[in-house]
C-alpha cells in the first residue's frame, strides 16, 4: 500500500481525491443515472510510476463499453489530458484510479435523454497490499454459492450493475476466502473480481464471455501473449484443471493455490507470463 496514505478513513469509506468532469468534488447529482440505474460503465486502472498501465487496452474497453451502452462517444483525448492532470496531482505517483462514466443526470424514469451529458469520475486510491509471496505461492479459491447475472446484451461490458459480485463478495467474506468462482448454473464465468484461466489436459481454457462475465483488460494482455482458447467451462472442467490462474488490472496475474480445497500445480507458464506482465505494465 502507498506509504502514509490509507486506502480507508476510519469510517471504513475511501479517502482518495475524486474530480468529477474535471473539477475536485465527491458528489454527482441525486438525478444521475449511474446512482438512479447502475447506467454506467468503469475502468480500474493501476498506476506504476504516473503513467496508467495498459491503457491502450483500457482505451479499447472504454470504447466498446460506451459504444454497446450507445453512449455519446467519448472524447478521447480530453480524458487522456485529465486523467494525466489527474494522475499527476495525486498524493502518490503509484495507485489506482477508477474511471467511471455515466450517462449523466435526466428526468425521471428509465428512458435517458437523446443527447445526454454524461458524468466523468475520477478517483483515486493506494494500490492495495496484498501480501508479496501470493503471486508465487497462489491463492485459494472457492466456488461462490451466489450466481453470476446473465444477460447477452450486457456481457463482457464492465457497467456499474454489479450486485451479484457485491453479495458473492460478502458471502467470500463470510468464508475468509480470497477469490471465488462465480458461475450461471453449472457454467463457470469467471471470478467475482477477476478472470479465470485454467490449464486442463495440457491446454490453457478462460470461460466464453457470450451470456456474463466482465472482459478484463488483463484477461486481453493474456489472451494477446498466451496461447489460450474461449471456451464454455463447467465446475466439472474445472475439477479436471492441474493449473489455474486469476487476473485483474490490481490482482495482475495470480496463480491458484487450491479450487475447494483441491491443490492445484504452479506450472512452468506462469512465472514466465507474470514476468512478461510485470514488465509491460512497467513494475
Ligand atoms: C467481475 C470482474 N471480472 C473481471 C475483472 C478483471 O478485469 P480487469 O482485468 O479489467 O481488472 C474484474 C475487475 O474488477 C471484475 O470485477
Redesign the pocket.
Same mark, same amino acid.
Given at each position: 500500500m502507498t506509504e502514509n496514505y490509507p486506502e480507508t478513513g476510519s469510517d471504513g469509506i475511501a479517502t482518495g481525491p475524486v474530480w468529477v468532469n474535471g473539477q475536485p468534488a465527491e458528489a454527482v447529482s441525486a438525478w444521475d443515472r449511474g446512482f438512479l440505474y447502475g447506467d454506467s460503465f468503469f $475502468?480500474?486502472i493501476r498506476i506504476v510510476g504516473g503513467q496508467p498501465a495498459f491503457w491502450p =487496452?483500457?482505451r479499447l !474497453?472504454l470504447i466498446s463499453n460506451a459504444t454497446r451502452l450507445r453512449f455519446p462517444w467519448p472524447d478521447l483525448e480530453a480524458m487522456e489530458l485529465e486523467l494525466a492532470e489527474f494522475i499527476s496531482s495525486a498524493p502518490d505517483p503509484d495507485g489506482v484510479v477508477r474511471l467511471t462514466i455515466s450517462r449523466g443526470p435526466g428526468p425521471r424514469g428509465y428512458l435517458p435523454l437523446k443527447d445526454p451529458q454524461v458524468t466523468r469520475v475520477l478517483a483515486w486510491s493506494p494500490q492495495p497490499d496484498y501480501a508479496p509471496e501470493l503471486s508465487e505461492t497462489g491463492v485459494d479459491l472457492v466456488l461462490c454459492k451466489t450466481q453470476v447475472s446473465c444477460n447477452p446484451l450486457l456481457a463482457g461490458i464492465?457497467h456499474g450493475n !454489479?450486485l451479484a459480485?457485491v453479495f458473492a463478495h460478502q458471502e467470500l467474506e463470510s468464508l475468509g476466502a480470497f477469490e471465488g468462482l462465480?458461475g450461471d448454473g453449472d457454467v463457470i464465468v @469467471? @471470478?467475482? !473480481? &477477476?478472470?479465470v484461466f485454467a490449464k486442463i489436459a495440457g491446454t490453457w481454457y478462460t470461460p466464453r464471455l457470450e451470456r456474463a462475465? /466482465? *472482459?478484463? /483488460?488483463? !484477461? &486481453?494482455?493474456l489472451m494477446q501473449y498466451a496461447s489460450i482458447r474461449e471456451v464454455d467451462l463447467t465446475f466439472a472442467d474445472f475439477e479436471h484443471a492441474t493449473s489455474a490462474v486469476i $487476473? &485483474? *488490472? =490490481? =490482482?495482475g496475474l495470480m496463480p491458484v493455490r487450491s479450487i475447494e480445497g483441491r491443490e492445484l500445480e504452479l506450472c512452468e507458464e506462469i512465472p514466465g507470463w507474470q514476468h512478461q506482465y510485470r514488465k509491460d505494465a512497467g513494475l
Open positions: $475502468t480500474t =487496452l483500457h !474497453r464492465k !454489479r459480485q462465480m @469467471g @471470478g467475482c !473480481r &477477476s478472470n462475465g /466482465v *472482459a478484463g /483488460v488483463t !484477461r &486481453s494482455w $487476473t &485483474s *488490472a =490490481l =490482482l
